[in-house]
Each structure stands twice: as C-alpha cells, then as structure tokens.
C-alpha cells in the first residue's frame, strides 16, 4: 500500500503550534517514505467552524511550507457520501436506526450514572431490525462487537488494547444529514487510502472504535501513531480553548518558518544530539519511530537560539525576503531605505529575531529626527569637528558606495588625522543613528545611502560646538 497520510484540522479557530507540530510529523513520514500528504478539513461541527479558521489554517500551513498533495478536502462536501455509506452499513447489518428521544437517553445516562456505571447506549434497538422512519430522533448506530478486545501496536506508544466491553454502540450518521466524528474520520481515511493515520493522542480513544468500523467495512486498517502533546511552559495542553500560540504569531513575532519547523521537529523527536537541520535533511531523517512518547513542553528560548542560527548561517537575501513583511509591519517605505538583505548582514549577529531587526533597522528610513542628547553631548564635542569633516569629505568623493569603499574611506580619515578608529566611528555613529549604539561603523554609515550619510554627518557638524 502507498503511503499516504493527512492532516485534519477542525477549522474551529486559527492552527496552533500543537496542531502544526501534528502537520510536520506527517508531512514529513509521507516525505522520507517518497508517499503523499492530504489535507482534510474536518468541518461538520456547523456551530464552530468558520471560513476565516480554514483561511487561518491555510496560511499557516502555506507560509510553513508544509505543502499538501491532495486537498483541502471538505467533509460537508461529502455528506451525501457518508450517509450512502452509513446506509449500506444497516443493510449489511453491521449498524441500525435508533429512535430514542433525548429524554429516553438522558434518563438512561442517569440510571447508569446512579448505578455508578459508565454512561453507555443500552442496545435497545440493535437486534429490533426497525427500518428508517421519519423522525427527527433517528440516528444509525454502529453495531458494536460485543466480545474480544481491540489491539493495535501503535507506532509511538506501542501495544494498545481495548476490550469491547469498554464501548458502546455509538451513533454514526444523524438525522439532520450529518455523520459523527468517528464515523466520518474512517470513511475519509478508507476512500482517501490512508495508510498512517498521525494525529495527537488525545485521539487515542477514539481508535478502537474506529478499528472496529473497519473491520466491519472490511477495509485495511491502517497505521497508527498517536503523538504526546506539547504542553505549554506551565505544563497545560496547548490548545485553541486557552489561547495557545497561533503559528502565525511566530511569523509575527520575527521567527523563520524553517526556524519553527526545526524547532517542532525537535520539540518530540531526535536524532542522536543534532539539533539544527534542515528542511531537506528533515525530509531524509525523520522517522516516527523515534518519536519521544513523553509530552514536550514548549521552550521559548531555544527557539530564540535557533531562529538566530538561520539568520546567521542562511543567505541574506532569503532572510532579507522575510524581513520585508517585518519592515511593513513597522511602517518604513521599503523605497526609502536599504536593501532587506544589507540589513540583514549588518544586523544578523545582534539580534534573534527579525522583528526586532526591522525595529532596530528603522533609523535608516526616512530622515533621522531624534537624537539622544547625552550620546551627542559626549560625542559631538569640538574633537569631533575633524573627523567628522574628514570623513565626510572622503565619502562624498566615492564613487561606488558599498560597505568596503566606506570602511576604507574611514580607516584613511584614521589614518590622515594619526587618531584611532573609535574616535572616528563614535561621533560618526551618533552622526548617523542619533545615538551611540549600532552595528559596525562601515555598515551603519553604507546603510544610510550615500546622500543620506553625508546629510546626517552635516547635520551633526552643526550641532558640534564652535571656538574652541
Ligand atoms: N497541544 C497539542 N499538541 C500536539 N498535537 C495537538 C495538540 N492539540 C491538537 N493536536 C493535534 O492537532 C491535530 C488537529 O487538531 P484540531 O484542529 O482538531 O484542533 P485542536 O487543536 O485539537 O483543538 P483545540 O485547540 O480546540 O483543542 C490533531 O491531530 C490533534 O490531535
């Protein structure tokens, strides 16, 4: 059987990081394997899932890169096909219509609660054979098997077995039309042909009934793993309900994608003590079977230490693609300020995120406004009058204007007034930023333009005190 595996989303509320982890596990099980990853929205709660929790989703999913090859598939688009399935289940007699009320079943759930049992469906009209009515109380349940157990060995947890005496003839398909979750979840899985189901393991319950739908469908059973969750850093599930951390937060707060998948990639799973890889090298290494059983729990900075790793190892210009949605976000006119990709180079070691670089980076958009007067009153001193001058005159003679041609140009003004280059760079620093701290004096000067630079250098010349 060819793998496959998917990825089903309830659409009730943007994709958390939890759920993203999900995705990327079997993304990439059906990457190694040279199989195919579908995307199935599951979408039949009609109360909770809205069109802009699946837009949520699929931009998630899109700027992670974590691409489908079949799908988004709709479960309300195959309604027709679960109630034929439903259907043929009661004439082949592994199912049954049911009419009790809700009041029938609400004192049946008290009788079993006050006999201190598990609510349960009593099988009142499993063996009764009554056939469909019109009657908003119809429901087809799932004949249960009575005896035996149900027994998976599941990729991650191991031996899982359940006896039958634990489950209860569950409801499959209703009578507005609409199948159940369990129900729904095996007939997708059947006719999509998956052959891993990869979910969280707060699923795992829901597994022996499903094993038992396929078997009484006759179909294949196919794989399962069941992934621990990820926890947040107080130790609770992540989840929509609390708040947990959407995926697109991450962007916004200035992480890579490639960053976060590493980081989810290892948030669960090794592979010895590496712990920087790449997307592809990902797509080669990873194996369920190394899945650590044990939930993970979120940790902030280590996501910090990678996201720096990519910024510094990764080419400036893919980064600088990145930070471009960052340098609109805080409001710079990309027309009126330095190449993304230069800022990256001159920032990449100084900060771990790319918001924060595109914060930082603002002093080299638009006209420099506001200084800090104690960097001014210590460096914009009648020492700096020469230097300044000097500078300004060797870089307003430049005729290429790149990093280098300004580094020389200021280690000659060094040179020329026999001083070192801090005394230099100082007043130049505050010349340029308005203030004394910046990356490297030739970057930090180059970034401002060449018309820009010597305008700010005049204006701090004037600010510099005469006569003595
Ligand atoms: N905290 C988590 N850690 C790991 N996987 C998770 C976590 N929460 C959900 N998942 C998994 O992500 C997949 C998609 O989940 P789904 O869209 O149904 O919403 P959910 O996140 O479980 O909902 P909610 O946030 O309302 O609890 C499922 O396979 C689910 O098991």
Request: charged content about 25%; some cysteine; proline content about 4%.
């Amino acid at each position: 059987m060819a793998v496959r595996t998917r990825f089903a989303p309830s659409p009730t509320g943007y994709l958390h990081i939890g759920g993203a982890r999900t995705a990327l596990y079997c993304w990439l099980e059906a990457r190694r394997r040279g199989g195919q990853f579908v995307l199935r929205v599951e979408d039949t709660d009609r109360e909770r899932s809205t069109q802009a929790a699946i837009d949520a989703i699929l931009e998630a999913m899109d700027w992670l890169g974590l691409g489908y090859d079949e799908g988004p598939i709709y479960q309300t688009q195959r309604l027709a096909r679960y109630k034929e399935v439903a259907e043929q289940m009661v004439a082949d007699g592994t199912a049954y219509y049911a009419y009790e009320t809700k009041d029938e079943l609400e004192a049946m759930r008290e009788r079993a609660m006050a006999a201190n049992e598990k609510p349960r469906y009593n099988g009142a009209y499993r063996e009764q054979n009554a056939g469909f009515r019109d009657d908003p109380n119809r429901v087809i349940r799932f004949k249960n098997p009575l005896d035996g157990t149900v027994v998976w060995e599941d990729k991650v947890k191991g031996r899982i077995e359940i006896a039958n005496s634990e489950l209860d003839d569950l409801v499959i398909f209703r009578s507005d039309g609409y199948p159940t979750y369990n129900f729904a979840v095996v007939v997708d899985d059947v006719d999509m042909q998956i052959s891993d189901v990869v979910r969280g393991d707060d699923h795992v319950n829901n597994t022996p009934r499903q094993i038992n739908i396929y078997r009484a469908l006759g179909k294949p059973v196919p794989h399962f793993a069941h992934l621990p969750m990820i926890l947040d850093e107080q130790g609770a599930k992540l989840s929509k309900r609390t708040g947990a951390a959407d995926v697109m937060q991450y962007r916004d707060a200035g992480y890579l994608p490639h960053a976060l998948l590493n980081y989810l990639a290892r948030l669960g799973w090794s592979h010895g003590d590496q712990e920087i890889f790449s997307v592809d090298e990902l797509k080669s290494l990873f194996d369920l079977k190394d899945v650590n059983a044990k939930a993970s729990r979120l940790d902030s900075q280590k996501l910090g230490w990678l996201n720096q790793q990519y910024l510094k190892s990764d080419d400036p210009a893919d980064v600088g693609k990145h930070l471009e949605h960052h340098l609109r976000a805080a409001g710079y006119d990309l027309a009126n300020g330095p190449s993304p990709a230069d800022i990256v180079l001159a920032m990449r070691d100084r900060v771990q995120t790319l918001k924060d670089m595109a914060e930082r980076a603002g002093v080299w958009f638009g006209p420099l406004t506001t200084y800090d007067e104690a960097a001014v009153a210590k460096h914009l001193n009648a020492a700096a009058r020469a230097p300044l001058a000097d500078a300004r005159e060797r870089l307003a003679a430049l005729g290429a204007w790149s990093a280098e041609s300004v580094s020389q140009a200021l280690h000659a003004t060094a040179e020329a007034l026999g001083i070192g280059m801090g005394k230099v760079a100082q007043p130049l620093r505050v010349a340029i930023t308005g203030t004394q701290v910046s990356p490297d004096i030739s970057q930090t000067v180059y970034l401002a333009g060449q018309a820009e630079a010597l305008r700010r250098i005049d204006a701090a010349l004037a600010k510099v005190p005469t006569g003595d």
